[in-house]
């Protein structure tokens, strides 16, 4: 159980287009999920959290205009990339939880995005 | 804030023995959580271990374990009979519990090889 899905696994893009990033949540219901960026080498940095049918919060110094975060459903999040830029490419992840005071978070298996 | 220490970049350890990751953080919280992942070549984040703060009982996953040293706020993880599979980047990270959303923050991770 707790099986999280992301599609796609990889994209690349031409600079200035906006690209799209589902996580899924298959076998449970989060209320909360989060995503992250990770550079090569590097740790999980959390870019934003959202729950169902609310706003996302963002962590200090994300875009919030630059991604695009809708949790529409108990089982769907997605990030949008808009106006992708070279500097934008990079690995991203989302975790589900099945509430915002479970401590265990679900990982999906990432997206790697590459901005020509 | 809270911060998560991993001051090993990258370890080794011989097919069979035992190796140690080590991991301190910085709260000022009585009640949290504290976990080690797993993220293999692969990159998807497997969750290895959980320890609830308040449990005095170090956890145990088969052939991991951890050594919770509340007081000094330590946290590290043994592998036993490492197998090549082990293999990967360790992040030890920390949940506050009860906030407002449980956020993960994530150490630098430790790289660990394991020789055959």
């Known amino acids: 159980g707790a099986v999280v899905s992301q599609h796609p696994s990889r994209v690349i893009c031409k600079s200035g287009t906006s690209v799209k990033i589902e996580c899924r949540s298959l076998?449970?219901?989060?209320?909360?999920m989060f995503w992250y960026r990770q550079f090569p080498k590097k740790s999980l940095m959390l870019m934003a959290t959202s729950n169902e049918g609310s706003k996302a919060t963002y962590e200090q110094g994300v875009e919030k205009d630059k991604f695009l975060i809708n949790h529409a459903s108990l089982t769907l999040s997605t990030l949008t990339v808009t106006s992708a830029h070279p500097e934008d490419s990079s690995f991203y992840i989302c975790?589900?939880?099945?509430?915002?005071?479970?401590?265990?978070?679900?990982f999906g298996p990432g997206t790697r995005l590459t901005v020509l | 804030a809270q911060t998560v220490t991993q001051s090993q970049p990258e370890m080794s350890v011989q097919e069979a023995e035992t190796v140690t990751l080590s991991c301190t953080y910085d709260t000022s919280e009585s009640d949290y959580y504290l976990f080690w992942y797993k993220q293999p070549p692969s990159r998807q984040m497997i969750l290895v271990i959980r320890?609830?703060?308040?449990?005095?009982q170090n956890a145990t996953e088969n052939r991991f374990s951890v050594n919770f040293q509340k007081a000094a706020k330590s946290f590290s993880l043994k592998i036993s009979d490492s197998q090549l599979g082990d293999a990967a980047m360790y992040f030890c990270?920390?949940?506050?519990?009860?906030?407002?959303?449980?956020?993960?923050?994530f150490g630098t991770g430790t790289l660990l090889a394991v020789q055959p």
């Open positions: 076998d449970f219901q989060a209320t909360t």
């Open positions: 975790s589900a939880a099945r509430d915002s005071h479970t401590d265990t978070q679900y």
């Open positions: 320890q609830e703060a308040y449990k005095q």
């Open positions: 990270a920390y949940v506050e519990y009860g906030g407002a959303t449980n956020k993960l923050i």
